[in-house]
């Protein structure tokens, strides 16, 4: 039987990416224009469409929680959620690319409030 704490703790880490890609792929302005502009700034303008980018990383997402929230697979899922959080961080959170010291700094907390979650989700993987 899981503890109650981790029980509680898989479904809370789930909530994120489950909302998260429903969000992505119920609404395709939600993350086409952090596509574009990572393509942009990047130099990857032979990427395939932000829309298909947007929504196979939304798809992703929501399998990961999923399997977390209910704990199926629960390692595979961490890791699944880690990896797909990392290009949502790097282009949505990219403040190093700001000049604007507020919104850097903004932008700097959002940036490492993923960092912590792809921490939280990797010691996930490894303890359940």
Request: glycine share 12%.
């Amino acid at each position: 039987m899981v503890h109650p704490v981790k029980f509680v703790a898989r479904g809370m880490l789930g909530a994120v990416f489950i909302t998260g890609g429903l969000n992505q792929l119920k609404d395709q302005t939600y993350g086409a224009p952090m596509t574009d502009a990572a393509k942009e700034q990047y130099g990857l303008g032979d990427m395939p469409d932000s829309e298909l980018l947007v929504k196979l990383n939304g798809a992703g997402m929501l399998a990961a929680g999923v399997g977390l929230a209910l704990g199926i697979k629960p390692r595979r899922a961490a890791l699944l959620a880690a990896a797909l959080l990392q290009p949502t961080n790097i282009a949505g959170h990219a403040f190093w690319t700001i000049d604007d010291p507020q919104r850097a700094a903004a932008q700097r907390n959002q940036f490492m409030a993923n960092v912590a979650i792809t921490g939280g989700l990797l010691y996930a993987a490894t303890d359940f």
